[in-house]
């Protein structure tokens, strides 16, 4: 018995990895339940502003995303610095709006219609002629709820400074 | 144990945590943490029978909040900071001109609103105002209303009114919201400072 001892002692034994799955499943589930897909490749810099008395987004299927800001560093060339709007994947006019809202509702379950939300992602320091234009024509194709897109500030304080 | 020899053969698992670690690093890339959140706010219709004759309101039941291209706010006449706004909108709200409301601790001046069901806050704004600063504003209003309605819910109820339920408390939510109800309306904007 003491030969054998000696033995083990000298060679390192090797980790036991069978508990490796286990524990790379549970990150895997972790992250399979709290993803959402990354669903449009943003064209436009949204730099968010900040206000406290915000609500979630309840149900994701429900929501319809329209971007506005400017374009981004590798757009510039073609499309220049001037805030647009931006559908899905791609640049859009005021005009292609309202289409794209009657599509939307289109999309969705029969039920579901009244409840769709308008989720107007915008930069802060986009004029608001322009969120204007958005919301009359949110208007004309029926899409009366919105939400404007915030942030939680870290501190309240943080509201009141002129740089944001 | 002749049986134990037979059967079948345990399957490989060596290869589970590969292909758990692809999957793994396929939802670390397409994931996006970000929680959509922003403040929730309903559209008018548009309605052309009902604009034609609108119902007067009294000039001292109107709230007006003018912000400029250069971001400033003039709040019934008077230039405001951004930080004094929530508090002059409780004031108006929670006035209580005609005494009619009893839960409220206004003043009671003549000259602000008769009770928080008439009183009306009119938002304009330019058409080169910042949306950053648009939804500042915004978010100030809902806060003087969300602060009422707090205040409301701690002295009725003796519970913090943000705190609640909203399947649970689904009644006196309603209740809560009904006496301070939100009246904000916003004029088309302006077109001078662009």
Same mark, same amino acid.
């Given at each position: 018995?003491? =030969?054998?001892?000696? +033995?083990? @002692?000298?060679?390192?034994?090797?980790?036991?990895?069978?508990a490796l799955p286990d524990i790379v499943f549970m990150l895997l589930f972790? #992250?399979?339940?709290?993803? =959402?897909?990354?669903? =449009?490749?943003?064209?436009?810099?949204?730099?968010? !502003?900040?206000?406290?008395?915000?609500q979630k987004l309840e149900r994701k299927s429900l929501v319809t995303y329209i971007y506005a800001g400017s374009p981004r560093? +590798?757009?510039? @060339?073609? #499309?220049? +610095?001037? !805030?647009?709007?931006?559908?899905?994947?791609? #640049?859009a006019s005021i005009d @292609?709006?309202?289409? #794209?809202?009657?599509? %939307?509702? %289109?999309?969705?379950?029969? %039920?579901?219609?009244?409840?769709?939300?308008?989720?107007?992602?915008a930069d802060k320091s986009v004029k608001m002629g322009l969120i204007s234009d958005i919301k009359l024509e949110l208007r004309k194709a029926q899409a009366y709820k919105i939400n404007y897109s915030s942030l939680q500030p870290k501190n309240a304080e943080a509201l009141y400074s002129s740089d944001n | 144990? /002749?049986? *134990?020899?037979?059967?079948?053969? &345990?399957? *490989?698992?060596?290869?589970?945590?590969?292909? /758990?670690?692809? $999957? $793994?690093?396929?939802y670390l890339v397409t994931t996006t943490m970000d929680t959509d959140k922003g403040i929730n706010r309903k559209l008018p219709p548009i309605d052309d029978e009902l604009v034609q004759d609108?119902?007067?309101?009294?000039?001292?039941?109107?709230?007006?909040?003018?912000?400029?291209?250069?971001?400033?706010?003039l709040v019934e006449e008077e230039y405001l900071e951004i930080s004094e706004l929530? /508090?002059?909108?409780?004031?108006?709200?929670?006035?209580?001109?005609?005494?009619?409301? &009893?839960?409220?601790?206004?003043?009671?001046?003549?000259?602000?609103?008769?009770?928080?069901?008439? /009183?009306?806050?009119?938002?304009?704004?330019?058409?080169?105002?910042?949306?950053?600063m648009y939804v500042k504003v915004q978010n100030e209003l809902v806060a003087a209303y969300e602060d009422l309605r707090e205040r409301y819910a701690e002295e009725e109820y003796g519970r913090s009114y943000r705190g609640m339920d909203p399947e649970e408390d689904k009644e006196i939510i309603k209740e809560i919201k009904n006496a301070y109800q939100q009246k904000i309306s916003e004029a088309e904007p302006l077109n001078i400072g662009g």
């Open positions: 018995m003491a =030969v054998i001892k000696k +033995k083990k @002692d000298k060679a390192l034994p090797a980790v036991n990895t069978s972790f #992250f399979m339940v709290a993803t =959402v897909m990354r669903e =449009v490749d943003l064209k436009v810099s949204v730099n968010k !502003p900040q206000a406290t008395e915000i560093q +590798k757009y510039q @060339d073609k #499309f220049g +610095k001037t !805030p647009r709007i931006q559908l899905n994947d791609a #640049f @292609d709006l309202q289409p #794209f809202v009657i599509q %939307e509702r %289109e999309a969705k379950a029969e %039920e579901d219609r009244p409840m769709m939300t308008m989720s107007i992602k | 144990m /002749a049986r *134990n020899k037979r059967a079948i053969p &345990e399957i *490989n698992a060596g290869s589970m945590a590969d292909i /758990a670690f692809l $999957l $793994l690093i396929f609108p119902p007067p309101i009294k000039e001292r039941n109107i709230f007006t909040v003018l912000v400029n291209s250069n971001d400033q706010l929530r /508090a002059k909108a409780m004031e108006f709200i929670d006035n209580n001109g005609d005494g009619s409301c &009893e839960y409220c601790q206004g003043y009671g001046v003549g000259t602000s609103s008769d009770n928080p069901d008439k /009183a009306v806050i009119s938002l304009q704004n330019d058409r080169g105002t910042s949306y950053g």
